[in-house]
């Protein structure tokens, strides 16, 4: 498969992105004062009349235990490679965490997402956990659909490869909200400070890619979601939070929720997922007012000797960083990564170019590109009006082919409820490196959003 | 000036209890076993707008009866519930502290604060919600007098060194001791320039322990004076009766959203 970045008409792109950034920004403007007047927790102080008993509604809302938040938002480019621009979206993202007792209780969790309303096809509703925990004496049983995060390190954490995340999801919070559940049977065992996790994983659930086939091309993916044996995954991990030291071990071996593409036709190409061992390691710990984190991992593929331009070469990627409080409302977080691959070949070199495109793209995507790679990740975080208002800049720099992303963002809560995030997400880099590859994600947003 | 401040700390009467006798026994008169609360801290800028910050609270007291464990749980405002944060103190050293986020599903160790620094984003400070050991400062009796009704002895206490000034930033405090139970009823904050800072008013407390003589303010309401923020902080639901094990300080806790 041939890839090619398309041009744009970025003459309507400005022109639709002008108008509904300013629209958008207008909203924003004039909505608190809206709302300063329709919530009563801001009118100036009044001594509180007295308390009435929660209604029928309240009492089932708090049983229940109901929340969640809809937010409108507004990107200027889609994050998924097909060149749509200026994009308003909305989405209802409803939870529920009952209770049932001392024995148990349950959460699930919905997004109900459009994120192009000028476009009739994006509409998508997706259960993103939903599980039933049960306690039984020193053990712990989680039973459902569950997101399950691993690793100490901040947002670069080579031992999270478990559960799958959306990296085409549009939201000011993706970090967070990309992630995925799978279904999963996990039990915990604990003893005082130490906690001996075992998982299986039935159903193997990807992550969604930004990807889409350039016009004339076909991409397909064999999600291997049958639930057949040669498709679960299994995982295990002992981990110790307590004391002035914390770490982990840990080991996962089922199907890497990363894809790799092979073509099958001129003009099909089909990505699948093949199985991975992962042995991995982490640590947190503090040293003065500095904290430092470390996370590493060995990845085991089933192309150990790296022969197979389809399968991902085995390697070794760990994490080592640290945070800081520069003041009370300034912290500095600073993160370096080594990715070492193993039995490593340069795909740039090889003849055939509909070969070299898709081995090309697989490395971009397994970050395969060369034998070493080394890189920063920062994230400068500062708050103001007692915590209201955050400015935040977010970046994660390659040193082997100099891309970069860089998230300057700003948000701010006009009430409890309601909270506005506006920002810019830019992927920059030559053209056969990741953030490269990403350029046309690149793009303006605005979010407002309210938690119920 | 040590032998001055020394000498202004004998008591005022043969009678009386020391300034610093006075401030061990406010000290310790908090310190309970161990306790189940709710608490709504309200925040309210110059302008009137408020903000409201729901949790629920254990606690247990380590054997040296001065550090604590404490587990917090957010429940509101919706975009902070089912955050869990649990801290083991130690006074002679920093904390350790971990916070675990619902949306990250992640349990993090956090760098430990300086004791100025704002208690999530209120007028508190760390210091004022982890009161320091009575030798962190010098106590003097200024005087007695009745305050709203009740007997109080106003003691002035200055950081008994610079670090100390630095770390709680404050140049000196002000408080009325009731004399009935050793609690606090009013406290005046001056920064480390000699400027008015912050008042602290705790019109209400209520005796949680009768044979330990235990008590626990049910209402604190801190102004700052140089930006006119102001937090109130009740306290609802209060169970000192209810056991509370070790391990209820651990991730397994703090990771349950509910």
């Known amino acids: 498969m041939s890839v090619e970045l398309r041009t744009a008409d970025f003459t309507l792109i400005t022109r639709y992105s002008s108008l509904a950034a300013i629209a958008l920004a207008a909203i924003l403007l004039a909505l608190p004062t809206c709302l300063f007047a329709a919530d009563p927790s801001l009118e100036p102080a009044t001594p509180a009349p007295p308390e009435e008993p929660p209604s029928a509604t309240t009492a089932w809302i708090d049983k229940l235990g109901l929340g969640g938040f809809v937010r409108s938002d507004y990107y200027s480019a889609s994050k998924r490679l097909d060149d749509q621009r200026s994009l308003p979206g909305l989405t209802f993202q409803p939870k529920a965490l009952p209770k049932f007792g001392s024995w148990g209780d349950a959460k699930i969790e919905w997004r109900i997402t459009d994120d192009n309303l000028r476009n009739d096809s994006r509409f998508q509703g997706r259960m993103l956990e939903g599980y039933t925990n049960f306690y039984f004496g020193n053990v712990d049983l989680r039973v459902g659909k569950q997101i399950i995060t691993w690793g100490r390190a901040d947002a670069l954490n080579p031992t999270d490869v478990l559960t799958p995340k959306d990296f085409t999801l549009l939201s000011a919070r993706d970090e967070e909200e990309r992630r995925i559940g799978t279904a999963a049977l996990k039990a915990n065992y604990y003893r005082g400070d130490y906690t001996l996790s075992l998982i299986w994983l039935p159903i193997f659930n990807p992550s969604t890619i930004p990807l889409t086939a350039p016009p004339g091309f076909q991409i397909t993916e064999d999600k291997r979601s049958q639930g057949r044996w040669t498709e679960q995954g299994f995982a295990a991990k002992l981990d110790h939070t307590g004391g002035d030291f914390d770490w982990s071990v840990s080991y996962y071996y089922g199907l890497d929720v990363i894809p790799t593409g092979h073509s099958t036709t001129p003009t099909l190409t089909e990505l699948t997922h093949n199985r991975i061992h992962m042995v991995g390691a982490d640590f947190a710990k503090n040293l003065g007012r500095f904290g430092v984190r470390g996370e590493g991992a060995y990845v085991h593929t089933q192309d150990p000797d790296g022969t197979n331009i389809d399968v991902k070469n085995p390697y070794v990627y760990y994490v080592l960083g640290v945070d800081h409080d520069v003041t009370e409302d300034l912290n500095i977080n600073l993160q370096a990564y080594q990715r070492f691959i193993i039995n490593y070949q340069d795909m740039f070199k090889i003849q055939d170019p509909a070969v070299r495109n898709i081995a090309v793209l697989n490395v971009i995507f397994q970050q395969q590109m060369d034998r070493i790679q080394e890189g920063l990740s920062g994230r400068i975080k500062a708050q103001w009006w007692n915590d209201t208002l955050e400015a935040e800049l977010l970046g994660v720099w390659n040193a082997n082919r100099s891309d970069f992303f860089v998230r300057p963002s700003v948000s701010y809560a006009f009430t409890d409820r309601w909270k506005g995030f506006m920002g810019w997400d830019v992927f920059n880099g030559r053209k056969e490196s990741l953030n490269g590859f990403l350029q046309n994600n690149s793009a303006f947003f605005a979010e407002l959003r309210a938690t119920f | ?258």
């Open chain 2, 1 to 258: 000036m040590l032998i001055g401040a020394a000498a202004l700390a004998a008591p005022a009467s043969a009678e009386e209890p020391s300034a610093r006798d006075i401030m061990e026994k406010n000290f310790y008169v908090t310190k309970i076993k161990h306790m189940l609360n709710e608490s709504t801290m309200t925040l309210t800028n110059d302008k009137g707008q408020q903000r409201v910050r729901k949790t629920r609270s254990v606690s247990l007291l380590q054997p040296n009866g001065i550090d604590s464990k404490i587990m917090i749980r957010f429940l509101q405002p919706g975009d902070v519930e089912g955050t869990g944060y649990l801290q083991v103190q130690h006074y002679d050293g920093e904390d350790d502290m971990w916070i675990y986020l619902p949306a990250l599903k992640k349990v993090r160790r956090l760098v430990a604060n300086n004791k100025k620094d704002s208690f999530v984003g209120s007028d508190f400070s760390y210091g004022d919600i982890l009161v320091p050991v009575v030798d962190t400062y010098q106590h003097v009796i200024l005087k007695s007098e009745a305050l709203d009704g009740e007997d109080c002895w106003v003691i002035e206490s200055v950081p008994a060194s610079e670090q100390i000034r630095k770390d709680y930033g404050y140049g000196k405090k002000t408080s009325w001791i009731r004399k009935s139970n050793f609690m606090e009823k009013k406290v005046e904050f001056m920064d480390t320039g000699g400027r008015p800072l912050k008042t602290m008013v705790v019109p209400e407390i209520v005796e949680v322990d009768a044979a330990g003589h235990k008590w626990w303010a049910l209402k604190r309401e801190v102004k700052n004076l140089q930006t006119g923020h102001s937090t109130l902080l009740i306290f609802e639901n209060l169970d000192t009766k209810k056991p509370v094990g070790e391990d209820f300080f651990t991730t397994r806790y703090l990771e349950r959203e509910k």
